[in-house]
């Protein structure tokens, strides 16, 4: 399917890219992905991801998100 091969590229540049502005700019474009379709990945990237850079930004993309599972994400982690 394209937009899973999508979701793989934009993946791979976060966990695998040295440049810290290459990975930014990958998970701002996980956020943009119609359908919510990089909510998934983003919540998962903002929980575990090795680089905090990485997880800050997932989180901003998450809060820019529309999505009612990224809303219940944050949600979840302010409340903890």
Not at 13 to 39: E, F, M, P, S
Request: no cysteine; proline share 2%; net charge positive.
């Amino acid at each position: 399917r394209p937009a899973d091969e999508v979701l793989a590229t934009i993946s791979a540049a976060i966990d695998q890219d040295a440049d810290r502005q290459v990975r930014r700019q990958a998970v701002a474009a996980l956020g943009r992905l119609g359908n919510g379709g990089g909510v998934t990945r983003l919540m998962e990237l903002a929980r575990t991801h090795k680089d905090a850079e990485v997880r800050r930004q997932a989180m901003v993309a998450l809060g820019q998100s529309r999505d009612p599972r990224a809303t219940q994400f944050l949600a979840d982690i302010l409340t903890k």
